[in-house]
């Protein structure tokens, strides 16, 4: 979107894969002022139950000043507009040297029948690379067990042969 930076998948980064051998990688720390967005493809989440985006984003306490940041942002619209879900910030004093955290964000609000657009979009202050790892979309399962209360007379520990129960 603006500069010479852009996503790429590496395999050679530090902290090394959470899972599987390459990481989407922005080289924040090469270019300020760079900005990069990453898209992935449509998805339609209607008729899921409770959906979230689940990825790992690596921090590390180098450069406090320096604000490298990655916003997740959703479009509803074919990616004409986005609307920011979560900003993360590289740089976290706990992480004293380069580690992950997983982040999860919900998506139940999308649930309308819009198809939607998950954009990571990257901002360089020239602080710290800023690494993404293992991006999942879940749901819960759409089936929902709920138990028709049998009627308890009559009932007594240890004899509850033949009796009947029904589940929906």
Known sequence: ILGNIDWKVDSTLVPPAVY????????SSAERGSMSQALLTSV??????????IFWYAHNNANPT???????RISTDGGATFQILQTI?????????????????????????????LSFMAYSYGGGDQVVDRIQLVALEDVELSMISPAVDGYSAC??????????
């Open 20 to 27: 599987g051998d390459g990481n989407l990688y922005f080289r």
């Open 159 to 168: 004899d509850l042969s033949n009796r009947e129960f029904s589940v929906i």
């Open 89 to 117: 910030y590289r740089y976290n004093a706990a992480f004293t040297t380069p580690g992950w955290k997983k982040y999860t964000i919900d998506l139940s609000p999308y649930t309308s029948g819009n198809c939607i657009i």
């Open 44 to 53: 339609e989440l209607q008729g899921n139950y409770n959906p979230k985006v």
């Open 66 to 72: 320096l604000c490298d940041q990655m916003e997740v």
